[in-house]
């Protein structure tokens, strides 16, 4: 069965920097391309990046690209979201999700819990 | 960037009423890769649809996707009480961009 645990919830300081975590199991890491998707307080679902973990390439959407950096240990299976400096309006719950294939034009078929990260001074 | 425009943005119907969903690109769709989600408070999206109108694993026949280019439709045939949520359409062959969501609520 495939899984994906995100890490849990943070509660920051504008200026901070943050990672957050997303653990798959039950198939092969590298094969599939994994992502990340933000819903902000009240919001709809904003589709943030991918990453293909066996080799690392990464794709961004042009409205993340720069704020946000998308990277992958393949060693322990785990894709990562992070900030170098926050602010308020990051606050929002962080999905992350897989394709079901190794094409990178893919919906994204199974999904993390969420991390919710909360940003206030 | 690929614009989708949901409509409507709430839905009020009763179990067993008819469900019909839009979604509509601002400029057409490649290869009809547009997927439908369902969305419930304090859970994570569910796939539906991908590729416009294949139904995703274990999704119930009364979910079916359709139309190509500009505009799709999801349509849930007879609405059970578990379907009241959100639905997010999502374009993925050009960038990808989700539609603002439209809320199927109990009337």
């Known amino acids: 069965e495939v899984q994906l645990v995100q890490s849990g919830a943070e509660v920051k300081k504008p200026g901070e920097s943050l990672k957050i975590s997303c653990k798959g199991s039950?198939?092969?890491?590298?094969?599939?391309?994994i992502g990340w998707v933000r819903q902000m307080p009240g919001k709809g679902l904003e589709w943030m990046g991918i990453i293909y973990p066996g080799d690392s390439d990464t794709r961004y959407s042009p409205s993340f690209q720069g704020q946000v950096t998308i990277s992958a240990d393949k060693s322990i299976s785990t894709a990562y979201l992070q900030w170098s400096s926050l602010k308020a309006s990051d606050t929002a719950i962080y999905y992350c999700?897989?394709?079901?294939?190794?094409?990178?034009?893919?919906?994204?078929?199974?999904w993390g819990q969420g991390t919710l990260v909360t940003v206030s001074s | 960037e690929i614009v989708l425009t949901q409509s409507p943005d709430t839905l009020s119907l009763s179990p067993g009423e008819r469900a019909t969903l839009s979604c509509r690109a601002s400029q057409s769709v490649t290869s009809n890769y547009l997927a439908w989600y369902q969305h419930k408070p304090g859970q994570a999206p569910r796939l539906l649809i991908f590729g416009a109108s294949i139904r995703a694993t274990d999704i119930p026949d009364r979910f079916s996707g359709s139309g190509s280019g500009t505009d799709f439709t999801l349509t849930i045939t007879r609405l059970e009480p578990e379907d009241f949520a959100v639905y997010y359409c999502?374009?993925?062959?050009?960038?990808?961009?989700f539609g603002q969501g439209t809320k199927v609520e109990i009337k």
């Open positions: 999502q374009q993925y062959g050009s960038s990808r961009t």
């Open positions: 999700a897989r394709h079901p294939s190794g094409y990178d034009r893919s919906p994204f078929e199974s």
């Open positions: 039950g198939y092969r890491f590298t094969n599939y391309w």
